[in-house]
């Protein structure tokens, strides 16, 4: 199984699919191509979240803002996954999971000087042999010319031995990314917004446990209930609740939370408890 996930939006990942298709038979799963345009830091947000409930496969991400520069491509092994894509941060919270936390990942650089046109394997059929001429790579799209060409090669070799090919090196990560952590002092706790979803929830980075036993706390100055689910509180009211990633959502019930909160990624964000309600 190959899973794809970028910013690209469409009709760029058919391109990459193709070239996939080419080159093995695997089956082709897409994660997102939605993603916030050139933002590394949601990406890697979501993908932390999402991969993990795949069983092991190669994971092509491509979100590059910096396409065409002097920045490697690399792939990592995590547990038993592969995550093939630019050496920007973006693979390495999902890795660090994927691989229990482990500080150390074993990386591999893609050398794009030397990664060309390969035959398709023998699991493809032989018309698609023809189309493996193809122009030379662009400098600004490498998910068709680098990433999945790369993606397809580890793809089919032995996940024990990506040393054996040729056009990979062993090295190290040049970029990392670790994800915010909320800072809590007494009954305090100041984090940030990490990402806004589609229907507008808030999630930050602050543990759900913090909720525990409480019935009210104060968000950024507004005192808000706590509920369990969107439905706690009455249509278009506001709420604090714990997400499905495990850290408080600051949301409104059938509503956007980011405009009721006026909050957007990388927002600060400070909870604490609320007086009890009056009798």
Request: charged share 25%; aromatic share 6%.
């Amino acid at each position: 199984m190959i899973t794809l996930a970028s910013d690209f939006g469409t009709p760029y990942p058919a391109a990459m699919k193709g070239v996939l298709l080419q080159r093995t038979d695997a089956r082709l799963v897409d994660v997102a191509h939605d993603f916030p345009r050139q933002d590394v830091r949601t990406a890697a947000f979501w993908l932390r979240e999402v991969l993990p409930y795949f069983p092991p496969a190669t994971h092509l991400v491509v979100v590059d803002p910096g396409v065409g520069t002097d920045r490697k491509g690399i792939v990592l092994r995590a547990g038993g996954h592969l995550l093939v894509g630019p050496d920007n941060g973006v693979l390495l919270p999902a890795a660090r999971r994927l691989a229990g936390g482990a500080d150390r990942l074993d990386t591999f650089v893609i050398d794009e000087r030397t990664l060309g046109p390969v035959e398709p394997t023998t699991a493809v059929e032989s018309v698609r042999e023809s189309a493996t001429d193809r122009p030379p790579a662009s400098n600004t799209f490498h998910g068709r010319d680098v990433f999945a060409p790369a993606a397809a090669g580890v793809h089919e070799a032995d996940i024990d031995a990506l040393e054996s090919l040729e056009w990979l090196e062993s090295g190290s990560v040049g970029v990392d990314l670790e994800l915010p952590r909320a800072v809590i002092e007494n009954e305090r706790v100041t984090g940030e917004v990490v990402v806004v979803d589609g229907f507008g929830n808030v999630v930050t980075n602050v543990p759900g446990s913090y909720l525990d036993g409480r019935e009210r706390v104060v968000a950024n100055g507004a005192i808000v209930p706590v509920g369990e689910t969107f439905a706690a509180v009455p249509v278009g009211d506001r709420l604090a609740t714990v997400g499905s990633h495990g850290s408080v959502e600051l949301d409104v019930n059938q509503g956007r939370g980011d405009e009721a909160f006026g909050l957007a990624p990388g927002d600060r964000v400070v909870l604490e408890p609320a007086s009890p309600s009056p009798n």
